[in-house]
């Protein structure tokens, strides 16, 4: 006879695994209630501003939402045939600019392709103002009659490349090149400036992470091996300049910095250089360097510090007993124990380096500035937030492959913060 075994009970006459299976659920949506604010604080002031900005590189809705009978129009009109849009598009572009007036929205569309066509804001403006009079038939030859750019043919053509709702010309504009009939073109040589300021922000931000590196590491190893009450004494100078304004810090810097400033007098008064020959250090690439090492030399000090406060002295007494010099013992014992420090601290300034911008700013002059100046700028001025968004994406995304080739080369595992 086979025989059925009854399932397991709890006191209340449930099912033993529902219970379990109860509990569990339970201890989850506790888990998760307990994160859910962290949670939505991260969606909502990271993972939400970074996906705004990924939208905002391609979107480009305004010319179809503002000119739609003119979009639809102009497919059928091929730019290569070297002829003027019909009579109809013109028409269909009256209609659709006399509902743009009403709206206010013309400016704004004459701004978004003023972009790719010097002279479209001013054109868009002026229609505007004489589009009402335009009526009857024969409007193609009413709006050029206006206005001569309605007859010009590049004209309608970045109308039209521009038709549809998303753009790859943010990002081409990222990387100083066009759309263009032939296809994709980069801009002259005098006018690529976004390709100069990438390769300018990724240079200086590792020489000033090196500079960090080399002058924060003799502050750590001796802040690590001082007795206790010394160390935490000299810690508070490590950690005085958190206590002071970022724009404090960089306005002293100018001063300092400026060929009348304090620098450039004790070198002109110690007779190292002469009134006459005063160094340039303000408004060039030296005064960022300079001044943006002093403001990150701390974020390369602590985990520096904290790594090595957790070095056992008791491997390089060991190594030297051994028969080590002073050298071998510190570079073959020592050094490789405090690599998780450098790591941390050189990924923690880096990161922090390519992405200033008031530093540069002030300091930096035409020749010092970042692409994170650039970004404000179109931000803040230009009002290009499109042109600003595509180069905030390549700028995380060169970061993303730095990243990656930081983790293959030292291995992402090996950073710690003590």
Known sequence: MTQTHAPVLTQDGRPLKASL?????????????????????????????IADMLFRSVENGIVADTLPRTVAALEGWEPATGELPDEPVYAALVEDLKEAVAAKTHTRLGTRLNYELSGMSSLFRKAGRSVQKIEG?????????????????????????LSPRYTPSYFLAAVDAKQTEAGVAFLPERERIYLMLFGRTLSMS???????????YPVAFLLAHLPLRTSNLLMILVLLPFWTSLLVRTSAWKVLLQQQGVINDILVWIGLIGDNARLVMMNNQTGT???????????????????????????VRAAKSLGANDWTAFWRVYFPQSVPGIG???????ILAIGYYITPELVG?????????????????????????????????AVMILFVVYDKIVGIDNVKLG
């Open 365 to 397: 002059g035409t020749s010092g500035i970042f692409i994170s100046n650039r970004i404000a700028f179109h931000i803040s001025s230009s009002l290009n937030w499109g042109l600003a968004a595509a180069l905030g994406t390549l700028l995380l995304l």
């Open 344 to 350: 941390a601290g050189a990924v923690l300034v880096f």
């Open 21 to 49: 299976a109860r509990a569990l659920r339970r201890d989850k949506l506790r888990a998760f209630l307990l994160i859910a604010p962290l949670l939505a604080f991260v969606l909502l002031t990271f993972a939400a501003p």
């Open 137 to 161: 038939d024969d409007v193609k030859a009413q709006m050029i009659a206006e206005d001569a750019g309605w007859g010009d043919i590049q004209v309608w053509s970045t109308v039209k490349r």
């Open 289 to 315: 360097i300079i001044a943006m090492t002093h403001i990150l030399l701390p974020f390369m000090i602590l985990p520096l510090y904290s790594v090595m406060k957790t070095i056992s002295p008791s491997y």
């Open 206 to 216: 590792i020489v000033i992470t090196l500079a960090c590196l080399v002058l924060g």
